[in-house]
């Protein structure tokens, strides 16, 4: 079975709020110093997924993804978790990523591969979680799209069955291959690399990929992103009152009488 799993690049949803910039185009954020992009949480469940289906039923792993040269990055910790091997589009990064041109140089780069039985995809992107990029590729690709996937129950030479999370529970479909699905992070708990993959990840020749190479002539954007804006952090303030309990209160109480609160 060949799977491929689509992987984007974002910015680490875990750095501080007060640390972030907007970049001089007024639609980038700029990297903190010391602190670097990573992977997309619910792609790298993609890829675990992926390595566990490929170690029960056989078959190779291929990760694409679109993005600047950084982007190699990640490829190579995936190919670190266990993936075979990755591909490199050169294309739009960051949180201006129009869905339709990513999902167009994923396409054309999946139909340059060996024939497909799996595309994994996480379910939307960290930074824009706007969750369009997996269902244009499988209207490109002519896939049937399942999203967003809690578990997979079943895989088949021919058929996947799943459990999808809806508004109100969970439904499970049977769906026959090829396929796109996007994984959710109930999935599973992504594996750390091994020592071994490591080195063998750093060993790992990764492709680039130009636009042209993968799609024939202009894509029209479908969104275009204006400016980003988000408020200041505030300065946080704090004011204690000692005393007794008795003391302490009445304290709070003029203080708020004070500002207008009682």
């Known amino acids: 079975?060949?799977?491929?799993?689509?992987?984007?690049?974002?910015?680490?949803?875990?750095?501080?709020?007060?640390?972030?910039?907007?970049?001089?185009?007024?639609?980038?954020?700029?990297?903190?110093?010391?602190?670097?992009?990573v992977a997309n949480g619910y792609d790298v469940n993609a890829v675990e997924e992926a390595i566990r289906i490929r170690d029960k039923v056989g078959g190779t792993i291929s990760v694409i993804s679109v993005?600047?040269?950084?982007?190699?990055?990640?490829?190579?910790?995936?190919?670190?978790?266990?993936?075979?091997?990755?591909?490199?589009?050169?294309?739009?990064?960051?949180?201006?990523c129009d869905p339709l041109?990513?999902?167009?140089?994923?396409?054309?780069?999946?139909?340059?591969?060996?024939?497909?039985?799996?595309?994994?995809s996480g379910r939307q992107a960290s930074d824009t979680d706007s969750g369009q990029v997996l269902f244009r590729l499988a209207e490109k690709l002519s896939l049937p799209a399942l999203a967003p996937v809690k578990q997979i129950q079943e895989v088949t030479e021919d058929a996947i069955v799943a459990d999808r999370l809806t508004d109100d529970g969970v439904q499970r479909v049977k769906v026959k291959l090829p396929a796109l699905l996007g994984?959710?992070?109930?999935?599973?708990?992504?594996?750390?690399?091994?020592?071994?993959?490591?080195?063998?990840?750093?060993?790992?020749?990764?492709?680039?990929?130009?636009?042209?190479?993968?799609?024939?002539?202009?894509?029209?954007?479908?969104?275009?992103?204006?400016?980003?804006?988000?408020e200041p952090v505030s300065e946080a303030r704090a004011e204690i009152f000692s005393g007794s309990g008795a003391e302490a209160g009445r304290a709070l109480a003029e203080r708020l009488h004070e500002e207008g609160v009682i």
Request: aromatic content about 2%; glycine content about 8%.
């Open 101 to 120: 041109l990513v999902a167009a140089l994923l396409a054309g780069a999946v139909r340059k591969l060996p024939p497909v039985d799996l595309v994994l």
């Open 183 to 230: 994984v959710s992070n109930e999935a599973n708990k992504p594996r750390s690399p091994s020592l071994k993959g490591v080195m063998a990840s750093k060993k790992a020749e990764i492709p680039t990929w130009a636009q042209a190479d993968v799609v024939e002539g202009v894509v029209t954007p479908s969104v275009v992103l204006r400016r980003v804006f988000f």
């Open 1 to 37: 079975m060949h799977i491929v799993v689509t992987l984007k690049q974002v910015h680490d949803p875990n750095s501080p709020t007060e640390l972030l910039k907007l970049g001089a185009d007024g639609k980038s954020i700029e990297t903190p110093a010391g602190v670097s992009d």
């Open 67 to 96: 993005g600047s040269e950084e982007t190699k990055a990640q490829l190579r910790r995936a190919i670190a978790m266990g993936a075979d091997k990755a591909i490199h589009i050169s294309g739009p990064h960051g949180l201006d």
